[in-house]
């Protein structure tokens, strides 16, 4: 098979299409064939050198992907060869084949086509994840959601709103505010021209965002906790704006608020299982009955990973970017 693989981390370039050897599915794992992947800003770090993949995952960037099942491994029950399937993955979507974990399994939503269905897996468990499962958003609740625009957020603002809470986000520019407008977005703030902390204020009469959504870190700190409301959460998601950052404890005992930090690709498979279970349960009936809209940008075929990448780190689109195998069948 071939696969994007990383000879030397580095820029866009770094990532070379060679033929590799075929992966083989061990105990509780199937073996997909490919049909499309997704690019995330941790397969960014990955050929930048700053983030490998956890022991014993594929080598290969890639954190979900769809396609069909060729192979089962040894004890899986449930599925079947030949079924449509998207993955969560610890590593391999930019691949022609992977092992997956049985677990990480989702069906193709009913009326989503492959390669929509490769962007849904990591943006769907991140979200429901840390706004639901570790965050507990509720209906009335106001979400602040930091980079609207994004996979992520265009995820979240749908999942927020179909769960009958109030959206706020963070964008820069107009045309990524008016996508998330679209989307159901209530309050609508540029970064680039407008302090979040205030307009979440004004917006909430001085209350402040019950739940923050952050992928910025250390640079947003000090005014997310500043915009969190009594009870607030800050659930931290990613470091954009740095690992690093200082902490006035008296603000956050103050407004009685907590802070969480998470990350998805190092959990253990019983870990990702049960938050798949949980993404099956509660967000997939909405993709299906239409609820929920999957935003994928554009799509690049797989060779084309460098070019795809270039688009990420430009921040020029908004939603998902896909890639699609050039050798799958019926894409």
Not at 24 to 45: S, T
Not at 68 to 75: C, S
Not at 123 to 145: D, I, K
Not at 155 to 163: D, S, T
Request: hydrophobic content about 45%.
């Amino acid at each position: 098979m071939y696969a994007i693989t990383i000879p030397e981390p580095g820029g866009p370039d770094a990532l070379v299409w060679a033929e590799v050897p075929d992966p083989v599915p061990g105990e509780g794992e199937v073996l997909v064939e490919v049909a499309a992947g997704a690019v995330n800003r941790a397969d960014v770090l990955q050929r930048q050198g700053f983030y490998d993949p956890p022991p014993g995952s594929s080598p290969y960037p890639g954190l979900e992907c769809s396609g069909r099942i060729a192979a089962l491994g040894p004890g899986v029950t449930g599925w079947s060869v030949g079924d449509r399937v998207c993955a969560l993955l610890a590593g391999g979507g930019y691949a022609q084949k992977v092992a997956v974990p049985a677990g990480q399994l989702l069906p193709v939503p009913d009326g989503v086509d492959l390669v929509t269905a490769a962007t849904l897996p990591e943006v769907a468990a991140t979200v429901w994840s840390n706004v639901f499962m570790v965050a507990g958003l509720r209906p009335g609740e106001t979400l602040l959601v930091h980079g609207g625009g994004s996979g992520i957020g265009t995820m979240a603002i749908q999942l927020a709103k179909a769960v009958g809470a109030r959206v706020a986000v963070t964008a820069g520019g107009p045309e990524k505010l008016a996508r998330c407008a679209e989307l159901g977005a209530d309050v609508l703030i540029d970064y680039r021209e407008q302090d979040f902390v205030e307009e979440v204020r004004k917006a909430t009469d001085g209350a402040g965002a019950d739940v923050i959504l952050d992928i910025i870190g250390a640079k947003y700190l000090e005014r997310n906790v500043k915009a969190l409301a009594v009870n607030g959460r800050l659930a931290v998601i990613g470091l954009q704006g740095g690992n690093k950052g200082e902490l006035n404890l008296g603000a956050l005992l103050a407004k009685r608020a907590a802070i969480t930090a998470t990350s998805l690709r190092a959990r253990p498979p019983a870990e990702k299982a049960a938050i798949i279970a949980a993404v099956a349960e509660h967000v997939w009936p909405l993709i299906a009955d239409g609820t929920v809209r999957p935003v994928v940008d554009r799509a690049f075929p797989m060779p084309e990973a460098p070019e795809a990448h270039r688009t990420m780190e430009a921040s020029s689109h908004i939603g998902k970017i896909a890639l699609v195998n050039p050798d799958a069948a019926g894409v």
